[in-house]
């Protein structure tokens, strides 16, 4: 800190060019994986200098300057891709290759670093913003400027022994993050592959202009990322310096500060309404098109109090030679998590599914699953609700694992396991922006029976993936403006595990999004509809049936669920099948 003083009181300029030769490179390099665009990163670095410029007189004399820098880097980044986000998703994939084309140009005796830091490096600074600013501390003193133990505990003011089993944990918290998105490495090689390659070299113009402008001569974005980040850093209350002051040491050896939240208040209640269109084709066969099914329609979508809720109406619906079809088929899927799973109301051109309850004529009627998710059988709901759910609930078996199949009746079944690889748009990590499934060689039968796909494909294949094509900033959230599903098949006569068709070929475009308060409106359930309820279990694939109205429904815990569904198990099965009971809220 004494260039900080020193720069503060005399206004020094070759103070203030130290300080940006010693903390440049670390600055750029958080800045280029935060961002994943040189010349954001170049914009970032120069707004962090300013607002150290700006703010070196208000720090305090024991602030750990770099780990000031690592986090104003931080907020820097944050505040540029929330205002400019669109090109993030893809620049991150150019980024990756970039650093790919670095590594490969190293000895071989590093090639395992390389490897490694290639796939980590896009979800580091992601994984880092996990730990408390604490840990991020020491792991920027160890890691990124390759401070020995005792110097970084030096600096922090905390014992070597303590620090050592800080560095541990952290490592082991980045671990789990970065097996949740697909990448399996050991604390060792994380710790391996950050020293080696987080920092590096800033170009050399920048340095020079950074030092000769220091915001007088800044362009206008420039001065916006400082505004921006300034008035970041007071929402979240930011303590401008981590302290190392022995007065704030616990007894464990442990900096007590408080944890720092870079995302706005929207994501702990984020409430949306969004409005897009769908397509879809389904192919038999391969290269078939006399076989092909062929849908789209618009969709509406609605978050609210972490719940969502899906309405998609046909527009066309194609089946090759069976144009008889087309006075029956299904005109509007309503999906709607509920308490303990999901509902369903499905609309036809006439609604003839009408049943007899107590003497009156009910004209709907809802099936209610256990699932966490629509049908991926209808991907029309399907392909919306993967795409803009907030962190979809993934039938995970752990985190290397997924169900391939995604039906909860055979998720106890131990074939239903295979790899699977998830990533999330940055910063805020609301959504996913790519998931790849992975089928173990399994087919199951419609009856849950299973059957081992013939060699090549017995050893697995992919079998799912799913890609955000392009992002929107919406109040400062990265939202997914499009995507693409696909589900493949194997070929009949393939020759390797990567000889598979598209059977499946799903798109979504969003048109619209209203975060907060919505101009759009979701269509109102009908007033009154029998609910077929799928949740108990019952033998024989029974439900359980009662009568709803104003759509609300109880969790299959309720009690008075519980009654009910315990009465349609002692019943025989002919009198389930007509039974209704009312039971409204």
């Known amino acids: 800190m004494d260039l900080v003083r020193e720069f503060a009181r005399d206004n020094s300029e070759a103070a203030f060019t130290e300080l940006v030769r010693r903390h440049v490179n670390l600055v750029y390099s958080v800045a280029r994986r935060c961002t994943g665009n040189d010349g954001d990163a170049h914009d970032v670095t120069q707004a962090v200098f300013i607002i150290l410029a700006r703010k070196a007189a208000g720090l305090r004399e024991k602030t750990l300057l770099t780990g000031w820098l690592y986090e104003t880097t931080r907020f820097a980044a944050a505040r540029l891709l929330r205002t400019n986000a669109r090109r993030h998703a893809r620049e991150q994939e150019a980024y990756m290759q970039s650093t790919l084309n670095d590594s490969s140009r190293q000895s071989a005796a590093t090639a395992d670093t390389a490897e490694s830091w290639t796939q980590l490096s896009p979800h580091l600074e992601a994984a880092m913003s996990k730990l408390a600013a604490a840990d991020r501390a020491l792991l920027v003193l ?57 920092v590096q070299a800033a170009p050399v113009a920048l340095a020079m202009t950074i030092t000769t402008a220091k915001g007088a001569v800044a362009s206008s974005s420039i001065l916006a990322i400082v505004k921006g ?34 995302k706005p208040p929207t994501d702990s209640s984020l409430v949306f309404t969004a409005a897009g269109f769908v397509s879809t084709e389904s192919h038999q066969l391969p290269f078939d098109t006399n076989n092909t099914f062929i849908s789209d329609g618009t969709v509406l979508f609605l978050y609210s109090n972490e719940s969502w809720h ?54 709907k009627s809802a099936t209610v699953r256990s699932d966490r998710f629509p049908n991926i059988g209808q991907q029309q709901v399907f392909l919306p609700w993967l795409t803009l759910c907030p962190n979809p609930e993934l039938p995970l078996v752990n985190s290397n694992s997924i169900h391939f199949v995604f039906q909860p009746k055979l998720f106890d079944n131990p074939k239903n396991e295979g790899g699977f690889k998830a990533a999330y748009l940055e910063p805020e990590e609301q959504f996913l922006s790519e998931l790849t499934i992975t089928n173990n060689g399994t087919a199951f039968t419609s009856d849950g029976d299973t ?67 919505s101009k759009l409106t979701l269509l109102p359930a009908p007033a009154s509809v029998v609910a077929f309820d799928e949740r108990f279990g019952l033998p024989g694939g029974r439900t359980v049936n009662y009568g709803i109205t104003n759509d609300q429904y109880y969790a299959p815990t309720n009690q008075r669920m519980q009654k009910l569904a315990n009465f349609y198990r002692r019943m025989p099965t002919k009198r389930t099948s007509w039974r209704i009971w009312p039971f409204n809220k």
């Open 142 to 198: 160890r890691f990124y400027e390759n401070k020995s133990g005792p110097e970084a505990a030096a600096l922090l003011g905390i014992r070597e022994d303590a620090a050592h089993k800080r560095v541990t944990r952290a490592l082991e918290k980045l671990r789990k993050f970065f097996v949740k998105r697909g990448v399996t490495l050991t604390a060792t090689a994380i710790a391996g592959a950050v020293s080696a390659n987080s």
């Open 229 to 262: 980040t300034l008035k970041l850093m007071t929402w979240v209350k930011v303590k401008t310096a981590i302290l190392a002051s022995a007065s704030l040491l616990l007894a464990a050896g442990v900096v007590a500060v408080t944890e720092n939240k870079i």
């Open 310 to 363: 899906i309405q998609f109406t046909f527009q066309h619906q194609i089946f090759p030679g069976s144009s008889e079809l087309q006075g029956r088929l299904t005109t509007m899927i309503d999906d709607k998590q509920i308490p303990g799973g999901i509902r369903e109301i499905l609309s036809f051109p006439s609604d003839t599914n009408t049943l007899t309850a107590d003497g009156k004529r009910i004209s």
């Open 451 to 517: 059957l081992e796909y013939p060699a090549p494909y017995n050893n697995g294949f992919i079998q799912f993936s799913y890609k955000v094509l392009e992002t929107t900033n919406c109040h400062g959230i990265n939202f997914p403006l499009s995507a693409v599903l696909y589900q493949y098949s194997p070929l009949p006569n393939g020759k390797s595990s990567e000889d598979t068709y598209q059977a499946v070929i799903a798109k979504i475009s969003i048109q619209q999004i209203d975060v907060g308060d």
